[in-house]
Nanobody
Framework: QVQLVESGGGLVQAGGSLRLSCAAS????????MGWFRRAPGKEREFVAA????????YYEDSVKGRFIISRDNAKNTVYLEMNNLKPEDTAVYYC???????????????????WGQGTQVTVSS
């Protein structure tokens, strides 16, 4: 069992930056692929970014490419999402998720992931 706790959300002006963190419990964090998703008001939850267990592969949703960076520190059991040049449309609750065994749905399909955090709110004002 893995527990995920996100932090780092908040209110920021458009053009600003935030760094989200997701701390994981357990000794096997380094074996999990990790992802970030978000749910904007009135919308379905959507894929944002993902990183392989080693950190060697990274994936991004098109609208965040060039602005967001996903990274991980396996020694600290933490995955990060650095968000730059934020836009009002980035406003959402951001969730991290862990995938024990990468399958065909990885990295974009929600059902691929086994564990989820509770989410952290990001609000970008115009």
């Amino acid at each position: 069992q893995v527990q995920l706790v996100e932090s780092g959300g908040g209110l920021v002006q458009a053009g600003g930056s935030l760094r989200l963190s997701c701390a994981a419990s357990g000794r096997t964090f380094s074996t999990y692929a990790m992802g970030w998703f978000r749910r904007a008001p009135g919308k379905e939850r959507e894929f944002v970014a993902a990183i392989s267990s080693s950190g060697g592969s990274r994936y991004y949703e098109d609208s965040v490419k060039g602005r967001f960076i996903i990274s991980r520190d396996n020694a600290k059991n933490t995955v990060y999402l650095e968000m730059n040049n934020l836009k009002p449309e980035d406003t959402a609750v951001y969730y991290c998720a862990a995938d024990e065994s990468v399958g065909r749905g990885w990295p974009r399909r929600e059902s691929e992931y086994d564990y989820w955090g509770q989410g952290t709110q990001v609000t970008v004002s115009s």
